[in-house]
T-cell receptor
Framework: DAGVIQSPRHEVTEMGQEVTLRCKPI?????LFWYRQTMMRGLELLIY????????DSGMPEDRFSAKMPNASFSTLKIQPSEPRDSAVYFCASSQSGGLGTEAFFGQGTRLTVV | DAKTTQPTSMDCAEGRAANLPCNHSTISGNEYVYWYRQIHSQGPQYIIH???NNETNEMASLIITEDRKSSTLILPHATLRDTAVYYCIVRVRAAGNKLTFGGGTRVLVKP
């Protein structure tokens, strides 16, 4: 398996523009997590899904952020409008939620720079 | 999930064992101890987990005290590629349960 695939790897955008980050989880995994990492705040959980359903979005910073999982093999994190303080590395992770579940596998991340 | 306390940073010599401590004094009976690491510019990587017995895999060993209030991750022969931030996480091992990261320990392996 290719692991969790995120795209793009790098994104530079202007303030006010819409940004869409994409994630393809590992096949067969039905839990998906979006994290944000900055120097100041470390790794923060933004939202996670079980079986395509959002379970906890309490980490989503504000209404400018939204996440969807239309099917088991794809998820998006959208920021509209983007602001410079959204600059961070965004990670997607997936795990298998059968029985006790398995460890989470992370993608390589998307480095977002908002100028 | 219970809170964990780790040293901010530590150095170790290449080829020697690296012992990474973690305190989790408020751990409850159904919570597991997980270790992940993050090498620079990469996503976090799972290392090992355990409930109360000591565990070993190809990457590391996990020693959990009898009262389960602390644990130690052991990298038996540290290499330069083990330089990373190591996270100790305590969580209930339930399907789809979230994973919450703290500050971790920044480990620098020196030649």
């Amino acid at each position: 398996d290719a692991g969790v695939i995120q795209s793009p790897r790098h994104e530079v955008t202007e303030m006010g523009q819409e940004v869409t980050l994409r994630c393809k989880p590992i096949s067969g995994h039905n839990s998906l997590f979006w994290y944000r990492q900055t120097m100041m705040r470390g790794l923060e959980l933004l939202i996670y899904f079980n079986n395509n359903v959002p379970i906890d979005d309490s980490g989503m910073p504000e209404d400018r952020f939204s996440a969807k999982m239309p099917n088991a093999s794809f998820s998006t994190l959208k920021i509209q409008p983007s602001e410079p303080r959204d600059s961070a590395v965004y990670f997607c992770a997936s795990s298998q939620s059968g029985g006790l579940g398995t460890e989470a596998f992370f993608g390589q991340g998307t480095r977002l720079t908002v100028v | 999930d219970a809170k964990t306390t780790q040293p901010t940073s530590m150095d170790c010599a290449e080829g020697r064992a690296a012992n990474l401590p973690c305190n989790h004094s408020t751990i409850s009976g159904n919570e597991y101890v997980y270790w992940y690491r993050q090498i620079h510019s990469q996503g976090p990587q799972y290392i090992i987990h355990g409930l109360k017995n000591n565990e070993t895999n190809e990457m590391a060993s996990l020693i959990i005290t009898e009262d389960r209030k602390s644990s130690t991750l052991i990298l038996p022969h540290a290499t330069l590629r083990d330089t990373a931030v190591y996270y100790c996480i305590v969580r209930v091992r339930a399907a789809g349960n979230k994973l919450t990261f703290g500050g971790g320990t920044r480990v620098l392996v020196k030649p």
